[in-house]
């Protein structure tokens, strides 16, 4: 099956830094990358995704970055705010597949400093 | 809409007890899954499914039965509780293989 990695598995930033959060997968036929985000005692929540027949999304200061040769994808978070701080978790998932299972990594726990 | 809706909120139960979790959604959505969360593990695929009446396993399936008979409602049975299966469970629904919709969780204490 698809594994997922995750790093780091913590950030620190100062407020209006830049954060970065990388991912690799394994299953080459992977197609679908979401990224969810988790306030602390709340469900995870979508904010962005990509699909691999495009190699980057943006979504005001949120992007994410594809390489499907490398099989690795970024989540980039710009002029980070207090309320960025939560846990940040790739997926990814063979869209298509009567399979559709989603593989999470471990998360990432963002904190932002004011 | 209400969404994703799960109870109960929080459970404690002894080993060997059993129990369901239930999880209902009114988003007519066919693909409904159910995960469990542990700290430093992320999120964990338990069992799913793809519409009424088809179900598969997810990664940690032991310990767990699912059934689907109708596209609303995909309760998951603990069998024989154990205090491994302490965690927070979610389930989750999506229309196809897309965004997933989570619900507010579950939170099981195994003594």
């Known amino acids: 099956g698809e594994n997922v990695e995750q790093h780091p598995s913590t950030l620190s930033v100062q407020e209006g830094d830049s954060a970065v959060i990388k991912c690799t997968y394994s299953d080459s036929a992977s197609n679908y990358f979401p990224w969810y985000k988790q306030e602390l005692g709340k469900r995870p929540q979508l904010i962005i995704d990509i699909r691999s027949n495009v190699g980057e999304k943006k979504d005001q200061r949120i992007a994410v970055t594809l390489n499907k040769t490398a099989k690795h994808f970024s989540l980039h978070i710009t002029e980070t705010q207090p309320e960025d701080s939560a846990v940040y978790f790739c997926?990814?998932?063979?869209?298509?597949?009567?399979?559709?299972?989603?593989?999470f990594g471990r998360g990432t726990q963002l904190t932002v400093w004011p | 809409n209400a969404g994703v809706t799960q109870t109960p909120k929080f459970q404690v139960l002894k080993t060997g007890q059993s129990m369901t979790l239930q999880c209902a959604q009114d988003?007519?959505?066919?693909?409904m899954s159910w995960y469990r969360q542990d700290p430093g593990m992320g999120l964990r695929l338990i069992h799913y499914?793809?519409?009424?009446?088809?179900?598969d396993q997810g990664e940690v399936p032991n310990g767990y039965n699912v059934s689907r008979s109708t596209t609303e409602d995909f309760p998951l049975r603990l069998l024989s509780a154990a205090p491994s299966q302490t965690s927070v469970y979610f389930c989750?629904?999506?229309?196809?293989?897309?965004?997933?919709?989570f619900g507010p969780g579950t939170r099981l204490t195994v003594l």
């Open positions: 997926a990814a998932m063979r869209r298509g597949s009567t399979l559709g299972r989603l593989y």
């Open positions: 988003m007519n959505h066919e693909y």
């Open positions: 499914s793809v519409g009424a009446g088809i179900t």
């Open positions: 989750a629904s999506s229309y196809g293989l897309d965004e997933q919709f």
